[in-house]
């Protein structure tokens, strides 16, 4: 006879709102095994009570096939007396004093529910917020730990009995999905015209809408995190008219598509970038673009190719498939793309309520479809990207956030480091968990730093944390750093900063859990690098204690500061001052040089040879936008990273076949050169203004310099590398988001037999410094 004996299982992760509990209950009444199981906010605990062999049959399918949303961290096994008891069963969940549960983030429609929306004869046919525990909202509707209804935005949607019965049988999928409803008793949408007047209710509200979208107009549209600004994207009037209203006239829109058929009309991809885009996740991927309207042939379809507008100048296109019900039902309606990007005003956070539509952005809508289900936690759309069939995360938010990493070994103390500047995130350490935020966003306003605030009280609510240790960014005027300087004051507590480049390569240290030495590039725009100087073209041999800037840009002239970032052109003129008089400069043949006043030319020149109003830096980020001037690109920055993407744009218009027949090899096997830890850019740009010079009658010229650029600076860091061979390299800043740079120069590195560390999940931009100033300072004791 075997052996009967009772077991407690403790498991921690990912295990709430995922279906978990349904799933311990089916493989326990298959297995005939006794006992409970209920959630807590440390996680789920699970009772079980009848064979040896039947409890580790069970313990082995929860681990090596758990529910697709779960993640389990750890699981221990405790043995207990038997117990008197007739029946599996789960219980009530169980409050307690400490968090440390995993929040799931929001995850896409199922195609079970999106079935069932399209199904006449299902009570959900047509209804916008199906959901069951396969998919849905999680992050954005928790008000508290223990994820149960009576802690989230639906607690003030009394169940019908059809979906009572629903959340009650274990047997069923909607047991216990926090949000499930229908049309009898959940939230409903309405649609608002700019006055506030009700224009529509329920269905009728999204045909009106449909019809509005068709007409041209552009609508705010509630989804899962946060408001979207909606318009038909094969409408160029409609387009143009967003960017003119936004005040936008050049950063690329977002598109959502109907479905994977229509997504590979308007970009090509990999079998990896497909599935990527399919995920669960559903983020926006950045894709090869199709032919515009402007290069398409004459007999295509205008219904059918999208808006030149959309994403203009560049060979990327950022698409999304739907990820609710009711973006399902207003795509399938108007089977057309359409743009969907944030709402909000520039670098500002996304919108979450109605209200501030109308008080923000009355003028940029025609109408808003609203729903009264409460956004409690705002969230953006994840941006991501695949390079070389490995995911890249730009923008970490809606599918992937929060991100939890779990550790061997507990946290010394609560910890929270704040971030940087732009593209604001937050992290925490506690018990044994690493918990990024989603994207908060530029920290330049008193909405984004309220959004901040609101990001913190949301995490110390969930988890009752209460941080013992602070750590922000070393720039003083970071609006994150004045507010940890004020929290220490206020409170007493421990208090670190960490420099913001090596914030960026401890990240990377952080995802793939390192503490040994590495090599870490950290290419970035500009932040703040020791004795006040402006760094982004750094070279560091770091681990946790401390780092050693070994190789850096030599440092270029920003005449006038700020107004170089916006204005380009001044660093441009800058690094030709170099080389070049005024008179010399003007008298160049350069297409970039037209136009210039020969007094602008002269007083800047002035400027700069006297060093007043200049700062020096050495940020490959600047170097980009001079090159891209230099190429006749653009003139001025419009929005952040815009030289990036116009020069890959323009490198991948030629082969490498192009690159090595057409043109003199040597004049295009451009090279930075290092002296004493110096890359040499005054060598790097008298060799590209040379060629530039000498084959600007070709057409693939500016394309072929801004190929043999880039391989330039991926040959210095493989060149770096090998001088530190041995190490495993980081590759990090928002730099590294450049798909050519990052590809080039990890083939160079893994040809020299030298080890990329990948950054998964976690942004290479500043959406993961506060993640790197966390794992700096849980080791710093």
Known sequence: MATTKRVRLDITGIVQGVGFRPFVYRWATELDLLGLTFNHSKGVTVELQGSDAAISSFVEALTQTPPPLARIDSLSQTELPLEECDRFEIVHSQADAKAVVAVSSDKSSCQECLD??????????????????????????????????????????????????AYQNPLDRRYHAQPVSCPDCGPQLSLLAQDKRLLGERNAALDLAVELLAQGKTLAIKGLGGFHLVCDATNDKAVMQLRSRKQRPAKPFAVMCTSLDMAKTLASGSDAEWQLLQSAERPITLLQKALSKEESSSDANDSDTLSPAVAPGIDRLGLFLPYTPLHQLLLSRLNRPLVATSANR????????????????????????DHNREILNGCDDSVVQMVDDKLQVIRLARGYAPLTLALPEEVPQETLAVGAQQKNSIAFGFDRNLVLSSHIGDLFSLEAEQYFIDTLATFKRLYQFSPKHLVSDKHPDYASTIWAQQQKQALGIAYTQVQHHYAHILSVMAVNQTTDKVLGFSFDGTGLGDERQLWGGEAMLADISDFKRVAHLSPMALIGGEQAIKNPRRIMLALLFQRYSPDEIKALPLAAIEGLPASLIGNLHTLWQKGVATQMTSSIGRLFDATACLLGLMQTTQFEGQAGMLIE?????????????????????????????????????????????????????????????????????????????????????????????????????????????????????????????????????
């Open 116 to 165: 069932e929306i399209m199904d006449p004869g299902n009570r959900h046919y047509q209804y916008p917020f199906t959901n069951c525990t396969n998919c849905g909202p999680r992050y954005t509707l928790i008000r508290a730990l223990p994820y149960d209804r009576p802690n989230t935005a639906m607690a003030e949607f009394a169940m019908c009995d059809a979906c009572a019965a």
């Open 346 to 369: 520039s670098g500002e956070p996304i919108i979450t309520h109605a209200e501030q539509i109308f008080e923000r952005l009355g003028e940029v809508v025609d109408a808003v479809l």
């Open 649 to 781: 744009a323009k490198a991948n218009e030629v082969s490498e076949a192009q690159l090595a027949s057409e043109l003199a090899a040597s004049d295009l096997a451009f090279s930075l050169g290092e002296i004493d830890g110096v890359w040499q850019l005054d060598a790097l740009w008298a060799q590209m203004v040379d060629a530039l010079l000498k084959w600007q009658h070709k057409p693939e010229a500016s394309s072929l310099i801004a190929r043999g650029f880039m391989n330039a600076l991926a040959q210095a860091v493989t060149d770096c590398a090998v001088k530190h061979c041995g190490l495993d390299v980081a590759l990090c800043g928002g730099v590294f988001q450049n798909r050519y740079l990052l590809s080039e120069t990890r083939k160079r590195l893994e040809m020299a037999k030298i080890k990329v560390l990948d950054s998964h999940q976690v942004p290479v931009n500043d959406g993961g410094i506060a993640l790197g100033q966390l794992w700096y300072a849980i080791h710093k004791h």
